[in-house]
């Protein structure tokens, strides 16, 4: 018989026990009854949630973004959809879902709060320019995706302004009760500016005629003032439309601006732009014909409003001046829904394009409502006033843009879009408004130099939207070497509900005539309206109450002439200024024509009286080449009414107004002081050309012209007695030395034409307009005084 060992034993021992611990259950099943069907899967069901690691959050918060309940199966897809909702509402770092026997159990790490956000390394662009752009704010949640967000917007900033090598790092300083500081640190990197601008595929327009139509400008040293030299896609686009609009109107009707690219090199400091371009062939105008459907227009009174012709040169532009003149003339006789399409018939071998000009008119369209948003500060009605039309009104598209255009003039908005709309029927439409307001406070300092005023400092501070209203308000002060100003003025415009500007003007004057021997000093009020007449005409009545005094500075020897003139005197006068301008320019005009007239009647009480008239016109034309032909004129007449013309009504002439004299330095003289009397009746008149200088000059804001300046200043009133009645000897030009042995010239008005030539060098600097004269005098009297060169700063003549 085999011998058992111990370790057998219990080897068979615990085979034995197993078999029957895994058959008990297999028995038990067979003897007991079955458990109800539910219990059988107990164990696959969620019994309840833990929820582990809040410190802020509430664990029933939590359970709301669940997507699984107590009583739900461990669906796995299930809890997944509850992971993903947790991470989604950003307030966790990490979560965990494990099992724990029924129970589910929810580990989170909650985010820190943000407890200050820091700006480091930042110059150009300050924190009030993060905190518009950027979401986190100090006690929101921090997450990282946020905070990639954020940087890419602070980096699109610094894209904006031409920073492209900018680059934002994230810094997060831990604090307690899981609170964190964070902390940008910035490199904002040079400028990323246009170094090179070229062109491929233009046969007919040279490199640098395209760059002058371009608004971007290659990156030079001189331009330090301007932004046009750095990268902007909004720019480029626009380029792009330029090059093409500008072929187009040079009658290449086939061009193609192929691409349009700029490069950023390796270093991320500079741009090359490059424009790829197809010309294709030159086109001219061929057959120019006029349909109409409308029976009121006929074709022939329509042909006559074509601007194009045939056998010229096709231009877009002329295409779109005649549909604008068609338009036009049709809605003032009535018809303001017209719809004017250019039916082309191109024939690519004889190089021509004819054009069919069908003219039908369209269902009319009303104005259903007109939305603003966007207005924090101006008021609805400021805007509603500025549109041309209103609510009921048929629509006009002409009006809507001239509404558009008046809003933008305002100076109140930074941006101005108006946008068609539905309406709540298919005849009406709502023109939703949408501007974004700018500041229109001011407070400026101004320092210059003339040769008139010497050393100028001015400052002002001003309201233009003053509470909303468009009401403006203006407190300045200016002194110089030779005057002295203090002013308050106010204007209300849409006075009593028109289209009026009121308003008002209290000042105080203090002017060194030194060259005439005598002082002013001027105190009163001006009321005065504008209105329009038509769209390019404006009349400006006013009325002026002034008290002034005439005084000798000392050190300065008497002319008996001015003696009448000494004293203070009262000023009551209406007038009123007649304004036509439509300059294309109003600071470099190349093209258009300005005139004013002004006329004053002094006498409405005090003791002053007379009548003043005078007029300003300049008339500006382009000739050839780039060269700009001017004309101008300025005259002036006062007469004294039952007296004399006061020595501070009279006019004086020289410098700025006429070149090449000294200020004051032209007309009737007292030959024994040496001092100028003025006269009651001047004019000078002006020929110049404007030369072109170039892209460079262009660029500078250089601009130069010569001229030719004739004038005269004449007719002055001389007293014959002074203060004290006692009699002034006088005698004039007429006075023939070689009849009578006494005869002694004193006044000298001899009202001989004056004449200089000149060039004048105007720079548009970021401190105001520079001028510099130099002229030479051809005709002159003996007793006139010369200036060859005259400096002006801040103001142009």
Request: contains cysteine.
């Amino acid at each position: 018989m085999p011998k058992i060992t111990g370790q057998k034993l219990f080897a068979t021992l615990g085979l034995v026990l197993f078999f029957f611990g895994q058959a008990s259950p297999v028995l038990r099943a067979q003897d007991e009854p079955a458990p109800p069907a539910q219990e059988e899967f107990n164990y696959d069901i969620i019994e309840r949630l833990a929820v582990v690691g809040t410190e802020r959050i509430e664990a029933e918060t939590i359970s709301t973004y669940l997507t699984v309940r107590p009583g739900d199966r461990f669906d796995p897809a299930a809890i997944d959809a509850s992971l993903k909702s947790l991470f989604a509402t950003g307030l966790f770092a990490d979560v965990i879902m494990e099992r724990n026997g029924n129970t589910l159990v929810i580990r989170v790490v909650e985010n820190p709060i943000i407890n200050r956000i820091v700006f480091e390394g930042n110059s150009k662009l300050k924190e009030d320019d993060f905190a518009e752009e950027i979401e986190l704010r100090p006690r929101m949640v921090y997450t990282r995706a946020k905070v990639r967000s954020d940087i890419q917007r602070m980096l699109e900033l610094y894209r904006r302004s031409g920073r492209f090598a900018a680059v934002v790092e994230p810094k997060v300083i831990q604090r307690d009760q899981n609170r964190v500081d964070l902390i940008f640190e910035i490199s904002e990197g040079p400028k990323s500016r246009v170094s090179r601008i070229q062109f491929i595929g233009n046969r007919v327009f040279t490199d640098r005629k395209l760059r002058g139509i371009l608004a971007t400008t290659e990156a030079r040293w001189w331009r330090i003032f301007g932004s046009n030299d750095t990268y902007d896609p909004d720019r480029l686009q626009f380029d792009r439309e330029e090059v093409r609009q500008f072929y187009l109107d040079s009658g290449y009707a086939d061009v193609r601006i192929v691409s349009a690219v700029a490069e950023l090199t390796p270093d991320q400091r500079d741009f090359f732009i490059t424009f790829v371009i197809e010309e294709g062939e030159k086109y001219v105008f061929g057959k120019i014909d006029v349909e109409s459907e409308i029976r009121m227009l006929p074709a022939e009174f329509l042909q006559r409003l074509v601007t194009v012709r045939e056998g010229k040169t096709y231009t877009s532009k002329g295409i779109e001046n005649t549909i604008e003149s068609i338009t036009n003339t049709a809605g003032i006789l009535g018809f303001a829904f017209l719809d004017v399409r250019p039916e082309v018939d191109r024939d690519r071998q004889t190089r021509t394009i004819g054009i069919n000009f069908y003219v039908r008119e369209v269902p009319r369209t009303y104005i259903e409502r007109i939305d603003i948003h966007g207005n924090l500060r101006t008021l609805d009605k400021v805007i509603r006033r500025e549109f041309r039309l209103s609510e009921g009104d048929a629509f006009n598209s002409l009006r809507v843009d001239r509404s558009e255009q008046r809003l933008r003039q305002l100076g109140f908005f930074q941006n101005v879009e108006i946008e068609q709309l539905p309406g709540s029927d298919i005849d009406k439409v709502i023109l939703d408004v949408t501007v974004e307001e700018r500041s229109t406070g001011e407070f400026s300092l101004g320092f210059g130099y003339s040769s008139f005023d010497g050393f100028i400092f001015d400052t002002s501070i001003s309201e233009r939207n003053l509470l909303g209203k468009g009401q403006s308000l203006t407190l300045a002060f200016l002194i110089s070497k030779r005057r002295n100003n203090l002013s308050l003025s106010f204007s209300q415009p849409y006075f009593l509900g028109r289209n009026i500007l009121a308003g008002f003007s209290i000042f105080r004057q203090d002017f060194n005539n030194r060259e005439a021997g005598f002082a002013t000093l001027t105190t009163g009020i001006s009321l005065n309206v504008r209105f329009p007449i038509t769209e390019y005409i404006l009349l400006s009545p006013r009325y002026t109450i002034r008290s002034d005094t005439v005084e000798i500075p000392p050190n300065v020897i008497v002319s008996p002439f001015l003696l009448s003139s000494l004293g203070t005197n009262t000023t009551s006068s209406i007038g009123f200024a007649l304004n036509y301008a439509n300059l294309d320019d109003f600071r470099f005009p190349s093209r258009g024509q300005s005139v004013i007239l002004n006329v004053d009647f002094a006498g409405l009480g005090g003791n002053i009286k007379y009548v003043r008239a005078g007029i300003e016109a300049d008339i500006y034309r382009p000739i050839i080449a780039g060269f700009i032909g001017h004309l101008g004129f300025d005259g002036g007449y006062i007469i004294g009414l039952g007296q004399d013309v006061r020595i501070n009504d009279r006019f004086f002439l020289g410098n700025p107004r006429f070149r090449g004299f000294d200020v004051a330095g032209v007309g009737p003289i007292d030959l024994l002081t040496g001092q100028f009397l003025g006269g009651n009746t001047f004019f000078v008149a002006t020929a110049g050309v404007v030369i072109p200088l170039g892209e460079f000059a262009e660029e500078l804001g250089f601009q130069v012209s010569v001229y030719v300046d004739v004038g005269t200043l004449t007719n002055v009133d001389v007293p014959l007695f002074d203060v004290n009645g006692d009699p002034i000897p006088v005698y004039f030009n007429d006075c023939d030395p070689v009849v009578s042995d006494d005869c002694i010239m004193i006044v000298q008005d001899t009202g001989s034409l004056r004449m200089s030539v000149g060039i004048g060098i105007t720079w548009d600097s970021p401190f105001g307009p520079v001028r510099l004269d130099i002229a030479r005098v051809l005709m002159q009297e003996d007793t006139d005084r010369t200036e060859s060169i005259s400096f002006n700063v801040g103001t142009r003549f």
